[in-house]
Structure formats: C-alpha cells, structure tokens
C-alpha cells in the first residue's frame, strides 16, 4: 500500500505531539491527580493561561481528567499516549545514540 498523504488521524497526532506544551504535560501527569500549581512549577516556561488552555484541550481530546478542586490526572488514553512518547523518546536517544 502507498501511502500517498497523511490521514486525518495521523494529522491530529502530529499536531498534538509536536506542540511541546502538550506533550511536556501530559509527561508530567499520571493516573493520580496532581493539583494545578504543582503540576504549573513542573512544567517550567508554560504561563498559567496557556496551561489552562493545553490543559482543556487536553480534557476535550479526553486524555486528561480534572476534580472540582482544579487537580488534574491522566485518563487510560492519555496514559497510553504517555506511554507512546516514552517510547518515541527512547528510540530519538538510540538514533542519536548510533550516529555518534
């Protein structure tokens, strides 16, 4: 199969994955919620409005989860997806690894 343009689908992962913002919070979330100002210092250089909106986008995609008391986790999905970038990573550190 050729594959001549890339999917809708494909075009959605790669712009979710290639916003850094995104991709920094959902590597620093898990299962467990973790309230906004600590998870705020762990993702240095984001200002508080910008977190806000990755993080709502982040809910309307249905990969993180809030609490009423503004805590916010990972959903199954988006601990797949965490899981997916952890793998991303390791093979960006064994290309990186093999050109030297």
């Known amino acids: 199969m050729v594959m001549r343009d890339l999917t809708i689908g494909t075009k959605v992962g790669l712009e979710l994955l ?9 590597c620093n979330l898990n299962n467990t ?8 210092n762990r993702v240095r250089g984001i200002s508080t409005l910008k977190l ?6 982040l809910e309307q995609l249905d990969l ?5 008391d503004y805590a916010y986790g990972l959903t199954a999905e988006g601990l797949a997806l965490k899981g997916d ?7 960006g550190n064994r290309v990186i690894t093999e050109m030297s």
């Open 33 to 40: 919620p973790v309230d906004f100002m600590v998870l705020r």
């Open 64 to 68: 993180v989860t809030s609490t009423p």
């Open 85 to 91: 970038l952890a793998n991303l990573e390791a093979w």
């Open 18 to 26: 290639t916003n850094k913002w995104n991709a920094l919070t959902l």
């Open 52 to 57: 806000l909106t990755v993080l709502a986008k």
